[in-house]
């Protein structure tokens, strides 16, 4: 069978009849009890011994500790009591959860492996993705898939991580329940292929949680689990068939000739064989007036506050440069009685107390302004995340859109409204000193004339730098939140399979991109800063000398003044840039974010006039009906419901069934219609309504689903069940 893989040019070798080497290694417990962590004691009183080779079955009811058997055996709970031996052995892992790493189909199966492709293609037939990969189409194994790379079913995401599995070399194998995501004939070929006696694991030791005791005829050992405890174990066929927790459970029969058949009928599996993860885009040179005015302004009452904050930021600078100017008018005057010594030092203090409420009065509607404005930014981000469409979240990987919503939205919140604020009073203190010192000797004013282009030729390099640079270290920070989530889902399974340092190397690989480009950033920083501070030296230096040749023209006291303040703009000048050029390019956070807060909404707003109104008790009699229903996923895909008609009667109970990929968890997105209007065809009548004509606030506040992968909130049980 010819796969639609990019082959790696290896040395092919006879496959032989188990492509394993086992080894002598068991597992023993001797009274052993584990809790998780500070909790109450989970197992207890356990005593097991599981020789070399041999395959186990654990069966028992829900909550039972069916898997904490497995964490514990792992190493991932702790030993209170007893004795654990496993003999130093090594270990593959499936997890009840299919976790799936956001990487290709290949790199999921080989997990850090080297590349055998006997043993690859011999893997992927038996756990029956040979066929899935072929609908992948010219990209084969290489697919991405993970974080939404493309739509996998459960059963898809279960095989992928029972392959990764056998491609390791453990010593012994742990399956946590890895047959139920998958329809019945191919759960049968994977176990037969796989697991069974006559599998590729067949000299291996294996350990199977499964609540379908029909595969567990063929086990030399079968540990049935209770509350906690061993309740019986022994062979499967000796125990007793009127035993509370083996009666309860129902064995299927399968029609073994149409396995096989069964196997191959993917080809019309609705997968969406393309990755859908778009790139991040890269905005615009410039951060565009409407990020500013969404930060700043944002609504009609803060037009006042921003006009208010302008005035009182030119009244400080104002009385500030009057305070020091007749500080220096004071100072001139050789004698003056005490009655006119008095009044200078009242309006001084005057001057000064005044410049003193302005600054106060100016830093708190400055932040009062910067901090509303930054709210208002959050709530429209959140409102666009929480009404788009769910193509969005499929198109786009959490380690990105949590790295908005934090850093970004942490850069608003504490870094920019101050960078900011002192970049406005730098620059206006630069701007009083340059009229200070005018007043004083208007010669120096003639430096502007060469010092403008220059100043203006190197802000258009810093700022055109500056903005990718920051535009970049953000992107390259969504890896790594991305890398973080999804180790943190799956970190049973990565120390499982001994894999740490992989991740951690692949961490560190992540975390020394996103680094380059914030150095490269600050080293552009520093390079402006020192050609600022060239031209602030150039103007002081300037400064003095038409000071020290116009000594007879001008006045000591003016002079003085003049001097003072070309000293302070030295600093003053270039600090004051860099800010500003700093909070330009920290609106990169902000636009980012502004981003999220213009996301379309899921609800077409231009749909509203092909709207009906419905009875307040819609539905009463629960009457579904699909006429000629077709919709794809996406404009590029086939479709993945085609022309369904079905009527289902008040009070029914219909069964769905299908195998992996067929569309069955498509009808469930078709009725809450989570698919884009644009990509339907057909009509969907609940009680005879047009669910397309209705609002998706009451349809869905209507139905109730109980998805595939559960989903649980942080909180109380009382919270999780009425949220």
């Known amino acids: 069978m010819n796969l639609p893989m990019v082959q790696n040019k290896t040395s092919l070798t006879i496959f032989p009849g188990n492509m394993f080497n086992a080894e002598k290694d068991k597992i023993i417990m001797h009274n052993a009890s584990f809790p998780w962590q500070d909790s109450d004691v989970c197992l207890s009183s356990l005593n097991i011994e599981i020789?070399?080779?041999?395959?186990?079955?654990?069966?028992?009811?829900?909550?039972?500790?069916?898997?904490?058997?497995?964490?514990?055996?792992?190493?991932?709970?702790?030993?209170?009591?007893?004795?654990?031996?496993?003999?130093?052995?090594?270990?593959?892992?499936?997890?009840?959860?299919?976790?799936?790493?956001?990487?290709?189909?290949?790199?999921?199966?080989?997990?850090?492996?080297?590349?055998?492709?006997?043993?690859?293609?011999?893997?992927?037939?038996?756990?029956?993705?040979?066929?899935?990969?072929?609908?992948?189409?010219?990209?084969?194994?290489?697919?991405?898939?993970?974080?939404?790379?493309?739509?996998?079913?459960?059963?898809?995401?279960?095989?992928?991580?029972?392959?990764?599995?056998?491609?390791?070399?453990?010593?012994?194998?742990?399956?946590?329940?890895?047959?139920?995501?998958?329809?019945?004939?191919?759960?049968?070929?994977?176990?037969?292929?796989?697991?069974?006696?006559?599998?590729?694991?067949?000299?291996?030791?294996?350990?199977?949680?499964?609540?379908?005791?029909?595969?567990?005829?063929?086990?030399?050992?079968?540990?049935?689990?209770?509350?906690?405890?061993?309740?019986?174990?022994?062979?499967?066929?000796?125990?007793?068939?009127?035993?509370?927790?083996?009666?309860?459970?129902?064995?299927?029969?399968?029609?073994?000739?149409?396995?096989?058949?069964?196997?191959?009928?993917?080809?019309?599996?609705?997968?969406?064989?393309?990755?859908?993860?778009?790139?991040?885009?890269?905005?615009?040179?410039?951060?565009?007036?409407?990020?500013?005015?969404?930060?700043?302004?944002?609504?009609?009452?803060?037009?006042?506050?921003?006009?208010?904050?302008?005035?009182?930021?030119?009244?400080?600078?104002?009385?500030?440069?009057?305070?020091?100017?007749?500080?220096?008018?004071?100072?001139?005057?050789?004698?003056?009685?005490?009655?006119?010594?008095?009044?200078?030092?009242?309006?001084?203090?005057?001057?000064?107390?005044?410049?003193?409420?302005?600054?106060?009065?100016?830093?708190?509607?400055?932040?009062?302004?910067?901090?509303?404005?930054?709210?208002?930014?959050?709530?429209?981000?959140?409102?666009?995340?929480?009404?788009?469409?769910?193509?969005?979240?499929?198109?786009?990987?959490?380690?990105?859109?949590?790295?908005?919503?934090?850093?970004?939205?942490?850069?608003?919140?504490?870094?920019?409204?101050?960078?900011?604020?002192?970049?406005?009073?730098?620059?206006?203190?630069?701007?009083?000193?340059?009229v200070i010192i005018g007043i004083v000797n208007w010669w120096v004013l003639l430096l502007l004339i060469p010092l403008v282009p220059i100043f203006w030729i190197l802000s258009h390099i810093y700022l055109k730098t500056s903005r990718q640079l920051k535009r970049l270290e953000s992107i390259t920070r969504s890896p790594v939140y991305t890398h973080f989530s999804s180790s943190l889902n799956g970190l049973v399974t990565i120390r499982a399979f001994k894999v740490e340092d992989d991740f951690l190397q692949s961490l560190t690989n992540k975390i020394d991109a996103n680094t380059r480009s914030y150095i490269i950033l600050i080293a552009t920083n520093i390079w402006l800063g020192f050609y600022l501070d060239l031209m602030a030296a150039f103007f002081s230096f300037v400064t003095t000398i038409l000071a020290i040749t116009l000594r007879d023209q001008l006045n000591p006291a003016y002079v003085a003044l003049s001097l003072s303040y070309s000293i302070n703009m030295t600093v003053l000048f270039q600090w004051g840039i860099r800010q500003l050029l700093e909070s330009e390019t920290l609106m990169t956070s902000a636009e980012r974010i502004n981003e999220y807060a213009r996301l379309s909404p899921e609800e077409d707003e231009g749909g509203q006039k092909r709207l009906i109104k419905t009875s307040p008790d819609w539905p009463t009699s629960g009457i579904i009906e699909f006429r000629n229903y077709s919709f794809r996923y996406r404009s590029d895909l086939k479709l993945a419901l085609k022309n369904i008609n079905l009527n289902i009667a008040s009070n029914e109970k219909i069964g769905i069934i299908g195998r992996t990929g067929s569309g069955k968890s498509s009808l469930f997105q078709a009725l809450f219609r989570f698919i884009n209007r644009s990509m339907t065809d057909g009509e969907i009548l609940i009680d005879h309504v047009d669910i397309s004509r209705i609002t998706l606030k009451h349809l869905r506040s209507h139905l109730s689903v109980i998805p595939q992968q559960p989903f649980l909130f942080s909180g109380t049980l009382r919270y999780n069940l009425d949220p």
């Open 51 to 434: 020789e070399s080779g041999i395959f186990v079955g654990i069966i028992g009811p829900v909550g039972s500790g069916k898997s904490s058997l497995l964490s514990a055996i792992l190493g991932e709970m702790i030993l209170n009591n007893g004795q654990l031996n496993i003999n130093n052995s090594s270990f593959s892992y499936v997890s009840q959860s299919s976790w799936i790493v956001p990487d290709t189909l290949r790199s999921n199966i080989l997990f850090g492996k080297s590349f055998n492709e006997q043993r690859y293609l011999t893997i992927i037939r038996a756990c029956c993705l040979d066929v899935d990969i072929e609908t992948f189409g010219s990209s084969g194994d290489l697919t991405v898939i993970g974080e939404k790379g493309i739509n996998l079913s459960g059963g898809q995401k279960a095989r992928i991580s029972l392959a990764r599995a056998l491609y390791t070399d453990a010593d012994i194998y742990l399956f946590d329940d890895p047959l139920a995501p998958v329809d019945p004939k191919v759960a049968r070929h994977i176990y037969e292929q796989c697991i069974g006696p006559n599998s590729l694991l067949s000299k291996k030791t294996r350990l199977l949680v499964t609540y379908q005791i029909q595969f567990l005829c063929d086990s030399h050992l079968t540990i049935v689990l209770a509350n906690g405890h061993i309740q019986t174990q022994g062979r499967f066929d000796q125990l007793s068939i009127q035993h509370e927790n083996i009666d309860q459970i129902e064995t299927t029969n399968f029609d073994q000739e149409t396995v096989s058949d069964s196997i191959l009928d993917i080809r019309r599996s609705t997968i969406d064989n393309q990755s859908i993860v778009s790139d991040e885009k890269s905005l615009s040179d410039a951060t565009s007036w409407s990020t500013w005015h969404s930060l700043i302004v944002g609504s009609s009452l803060n037009w006042f506050r921003f006009y208010l904050v302008i005035i009182f930021l030119i009244a400080g600078e104002v009385f500030y440069d009057v305070s020091n100017y007749w500080l220096s008018q004071w100072s001139k005057q050789s004698y003056i009685n005490q009655q006119y010594q008095l009044m200078n030092v009242y309006i001084y203090l005057g001057l000064s107390l005044i410049t003193v409420i302005i600054a106060l009065i100016r830093v708190h509607y400055f932040f009062n302004l910067i901090l509303n404005g930054s709210n208002q930014l959050h709530n429209t981000m959140l409102t666009g995340l929480l009404y788009t469409s769910i193509q969005f979240y499929e198109s786009n990987p959490s380690g990105r859109i949590l790295n908005r919503v934090s850093k970004d939205q942490k850069v608003i919140d504490e870094q920019l409204g101050i960078i900011l604020f002192d970049a406005i009073q730098s620059l206006l203190m630069t701007i009083g000193s340059i």
